[in-house]
């Protein structure tokens, strides 16, 4: 323990803040250790407080808001950004951006400066709309670290507080646990056991131990002082103080972030296929376009102007721009629509991860259930008690045999309320309104034990004051136990120092020697073990989590059995042993209610569930099956001692059927996720500690738990869920195939019109030109330049559909542009639409006499008939093009079930469309540009028709493919996956 010696006891003054900040701005100066943090490192901690002239009782608010206004926010600040002009530029330096410039010029070149306009605007609007997609995107995503952010746990104003990470000032005590990211350099003012892993400083992975005491070596670099703390660095075990000495940019961490900030994140699987796949198209549309030039100029004999924009067409109608910009702002609103399922997706990588998660690993306690606890049942050898009351408010009694019992009436009972009370560090805050809730501070499961306490009739402040903790061995998930060491005022079994201990039972009642029954301390006799696990295995099996309490009276043994009786000898290994078992306490901890959908939905989807808890086999078996992760009765129960002893295989066998892994210590969880990933699945898993961060790292999607997680678990995490909730994990994955779906439904889209703008050119060509050119290329640029564009945005907003939680799981070597697509896309839609566009173009030739033909070549002086033929062309393909955004929209089902007109982008790009193509026929300006000429009220009923003819063969389509999968469906079963 800390001496109080010489040590100023109020907050610093006004005048000390100079010198504060003269300190601050001194060791910011200070090269590695040398200069002020030499200095500090080498003072006591009573001299350090001296030094930073701060008290015991922390920085007052006002000190720390007059230190903020000197020296600033504790922020790293953040790199270069790619300057905006850069990133607006870089969208029109690009291969197929260079592609168009070229075109352009060469249009100019030949004389047709308003081709040449034309390719250079859609390069232009390209261009603009990439950078404007990408803006959106980027702003969607800073928005989401906005979402996150660090706080640190300090000693303001005499009192614990959690304050932002960026308010911390020099001088301020924060304080450590384990799990915690630290946020500024520190001076270690306590420790208990305290390690902290400093990977990110020196990139050593094994922890450094961190003490309080005065370090006088020479020759340490900062991350080897014992006693000083680092910003970026996380404490991996124990606990401590640190009193702040450098903030933002002065850390040691701010040094080299400046050196590494400019990392920028790798681009997801999907957007390098997508990169890929745009290369592949420019190529292959450039190589249609030299083919088409041959052919022009050596089957039909045009000159060579004309075979240049010909040809030209070609290119630009192949060429997908705007693809990649469009994926990255689906991916982005995906994320922005997850966080509002409380899902924060870190990096847009993740979605496509999440879209075809195959098996999720998640535990128990908080994620399926409510991490609600209330004690239902107690048990003493000599009694077993029912507790009435639901939640934390201390209403309800304690009885049994229908008499009521107050700790009092009843010293087991009375024993087993106070070390359950004793041994916890959880807060019960009041409701300060009637009627309100009471609030936990803390761990849920010691809460409850408080309200069983209470309602015992004993009083928390009154037994702390009689029996102060001298000692605390922390709550780890390895040992399933914790212990509290107490100066008693009236000796128990004569001693006047206990450890109480509470843990899982089965471990409590190995490392006991001794019961207690009726007051007396008896042998624990194999008969009584037995009676205990007995009870402990017929709660377990209803489902309830059970805690045993056990004692050890230090005084009277410490000599005879060899417990060292200095402080620092109090470990677990000395304390936590020769115990006198006291008592259960069995709580209830109910399943969240939207679970049980949440797991039929992956069982629809094809995703398995594996439950990996801490908890008892029977208890995690039981919930389990309530909520319908596991069906009939083959089901393993593997445990984290039986794990240890099976080989890969054996695990890999186990995991091919139902199971449940209990009583698993973290570090397992790692082994699970590393034999799934070796059976193929796409694994997602949840976490909360330190011990998870490797499986969280290792898993295809590490789950943080926002709530009860620690920092390092939610830094190792790809998603953190901010209600800790299994069902949000279920909505993302809902999201992330969504977001594919959408992706490839847009792909479609955009692909389809490719086959009616090269179909009337292929005609043209293939009939030796005795079918005049039905399409010009002006004609073919402005599909491209507007009419297609933004109906095929509303499709990226989709919402998911009905049916993508009713598929299984998507294949990750799967290709975003498959076969199928690529077939429905030329050979199904772009046949319908080149159909419709050649129906219209022979229909205004029938009408007026066959062939209308282009007079003085394509430029100027065109037959009034060939050029309104044409347009009908150009119309019919627009027309058809509303007919398939509606037919995108789903894969399968009727898009009437959707909604015909719920998704708004798409209606408003359809009437956007609609109006350009009146527009450009009409106006007479741009009738000369774009070879346009108005149409006729027989070529209007014409169009009107084509959507709906077009939008109703793939509604029977769909439907015939609906009736086939529901006689595949009807068919046996499946094998699960
Ligand atoms: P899950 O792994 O599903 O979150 P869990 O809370 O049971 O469930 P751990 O936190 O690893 O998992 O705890 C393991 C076991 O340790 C618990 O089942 C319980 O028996 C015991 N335990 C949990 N919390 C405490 C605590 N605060 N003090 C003492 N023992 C505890």
Redesign the pocket.
Same mark, same amino acid.
């Given at each position: 323990m800390e001496s109080r010696t010489g040590v100023p006891s109020q907050g610093a003054t006004g005048a000390s803040a100079k010198a504060n900040a003269s300190l601050a701005a001194r060791t910011s100066a200070a090269k590695g250790a040398a200069g002020p943090l030499d200095e500090i490192r080498r003072m006591t901690t009573d001299l350090v407080f001296g030094q930073l002239n701060v008290g015991r009782g922390g920085l007052t608010s006002k000190e720390a808001a007059a230190r903020q206004q000197k020296l600033g926010k504790n922020l790293i600040q953040s790199g270069k950004k790619k300057s905006p002009i850069v990133a607006f530029l870089s969208n029109f330096t690009h291969l197929m951006a260079v592609l168009l410039w070229v075109a352009g010029i060469i249009a100019f070149v030949a004389g047709m400066p308003e081709l040449g306009c034309a390719v250079w605007l859609v390069n232009v609007i390209n261009g603009v709309f990439s950078f404007w997609q990408e803006f959106r995107a980027s702003q969607a995503t800073e928005a989401l670290k906005k979402m996150l952010p660090a706080y640190a746990n300090v000693i303001r104003d005499g009192q614990e507080q959690k304050i932002l990470a960026e308010d911390l000032v020099p001088g301020d005590i924060m304080l450590l646990a384990e799990g915690d990211k630290i946020s500024a350099d520190a001076r270690v003012i306590s420790s208990s056991d305290l390690q902290v892993n400093q990977s990110t400083l020196n990139g050593e992975s094994t922890p450094s131990r961190k003490t309080a005491d005065a370090v006088l070596e020479e020759g340490l670099s900062p991350a080897e002082i014992p006693n000083l703390v680092f910003a970026g660095t996380s404490v991996s075990e124990g606990n401590g103080r640190a009193i702040v000495l450098r903030i933002g940019m002065d850390t040691e961490f701010g040094k080299i972030a400046s050196l590494t900030q400019n990392m920028e994140d790798a681009e997801s699987p999907l957007q390098r296929e997508l990169d890929r796949l745009t290369k592949q198209v420019t190529i292959f549309a450039t190589a249609m376009g030299l083919a088409f030039f041959a052919l022009n100029i050596f089957v039909v004999h045009n000159p060579f102007a004309e075979a240049f924009i010909f040809s030209l067409g070609m290119v630009v109608a192949f060429i997908p721009e705007g693809l990649l910009p469009t994926v990255t702002l689906s991916l982005a609103m995906a994320v922005q629509r997850m966080s509002k399922r409380n899902a924060l997706v870190k990096k847009l990588n993740s979605v496509e991860a999440l879209g075809s998660t195959s098996v999720i690993c998640t535990?128990?306690? =908080?994620?399926?259930t409510q991490n609600e606890m209330t004690v239902k049942h107690l048990w003493t050898a000599a009694r077993t008690y029912e507790v009435t009351g639901v939640g934390y408010a201390p209403e309800g009694f304690i009885e049994s045999e229908g008499k009521r019992y107050r700790a009092v009436d009843d010293v087991d009972l009375e024993l087993l309320l106070e070390g359950g009370l004793l041994?916890?560090n959880a807060r019960l805050h009041a409701p300060e309104e009637e009627g309100g809730r009471y609030e936990v501070m803390g761990?849920p499961?010691?809460a409850c034990l408080i309200v069983s306490a209470q309602k015992g009739g004993i009083d928390p402040a009154e037994l702390d004051g009689r029996m102060p903790r001298v000692k605390e061995l922390p709550?780890e998930?390895r040992r399933?136990?914790?212990t509290t060491v107490h100066a008693l005022e009236d000796p128990l079994d004569g001693a006047r120092t206990v450890a109480f201990v509470? =843990?899982?039972?089965n471990?409590v009642v190995k490392l006991s020697e001794r019961i207690r029954v009726n007051g007396e301390v008896v042998e624990l006799t194999d008969e009584l073990r037995a009676r205990i696990m007995d009870a402990n295995d017929r709660y377990a099996a209803d489902g309830l989590?059970?805690?045993a309490v056990a004692y050890r009276a230090i005084d009277d043994t410490a000599h005879s059995e060899g417990v060292p009786v200095a402080m620092s000898d109090y470990t677990p290994e000395n304390i936590e042993c020769h115990l006198v078992f006291v008592g259960l306490e069995v709580m209830l901890d109910p399943p969240r209610p939207e679970v049980a959908d949440a797991v039929a939905k992956c069982r629809r989807a094809g995703i398995r569930i594996v439950?990996?808890?801490?908890?008892?086999g029977l208890t995690?078996a039981s919930i389990a099956r309530r909520i319908g992760i596991v069906e009939g009765d083959d089901l393993s129960v593997v445990s984290g001692f039986e794990l240890a002893q099976m080989s890969d295989d054996e695990l890999k066998e186990k995991l091919r059927g139902q199971v449940v892994f209990a009583?698993?210590a973290?570090e397992q969880k790692l082994r699970v996720v590393t034999a799934l990933q070796e059976m193929g699945e796409i694994v997602a898993v949840t976490g909360?500690g330190v011990n998870d961060a490797p499986a969280l790292k290792k898993a295809d999607i590490g789950v943080a738990m926002g709530i009860t997680g620690t920092d390092v678990a939610k830094e190792a995490a790809d998603m953190i869920l901010t209600d800790d909730n299994f069902a949000s994990i279920v909505a993302a994955i809902e999201e992330g195939r969504a977001v594919y779906s959408n992706i490839r439904k847009f792909l479609l889209y955009i692909l389809n019109s490719n086959a009616p703008e090269a179909v009337p050119s292929a005609v043209y060509l293939l009939s030796g030109g005795a079918v005049p050119l039905p399409l010009t290329t002006m004609q073919i640029l402005t599909i491209d330049l507007g009419t297609d564009l933004l109906p095929a945005l509303g499709l990226g907003t989709e919402p998911p559909e009905g049916t993508v939680m009713d598929q299984p799981p998507r294949d990750p070597n799967e290709r975003l542009l498959n076969k199928r697509v690529l077939g429905k896309a030329f050979l199904w839609y772009g046949m319908m639409g080149s159909a419709a566009a050649m129906a219209g173009y022979f229909l205004v030739n029938l009408l007026n006499g066959w062939p209308a033909l282009p007079l003085a070549g394509l430029g100027n002086d065109l037959d009034p008939v060939y050029v309104q033929a044409t347009t009908m062309t150009l119309a019919g393909i627009v027309f058809a093009q509303i007919g398939q955004v509606m037919n995108c929209r789903t894969e399968r089902a009727s898009v009437f079930s959707i909604g015909l007109f719920s998704n708004r982008k798409i209606l408003f790009g359809i009437v956007f469309e609609i109006a350009l193509i009146v527009f450009l026929t009409m106006f007479p300006p741009l009738q000369g540009v774009f070879h346009t000429a108005p149409l006729g009220w027989q070529d209007y009923v014409f169009l009107a028709c084509i959507p709906f003819v077009v939008f109703a063969i793939e509604e029977v389509r769909k439907l015939v493919v609906r009736r086939m999968h529901a006689h595949d469906a009807s068919a046996p079963a499946k094998a699960a996956r």
């Open positions: 535990d128990k306690t =908080g994620t399926l041994c916890g761990d499961t010691e709550f998930s399933k136990r914790m509470k =843990g899982a039972p471990e989590r059970v805690l439950m990996i808890t801490g908890d008892y995690a009583r698993m973290p909360d």
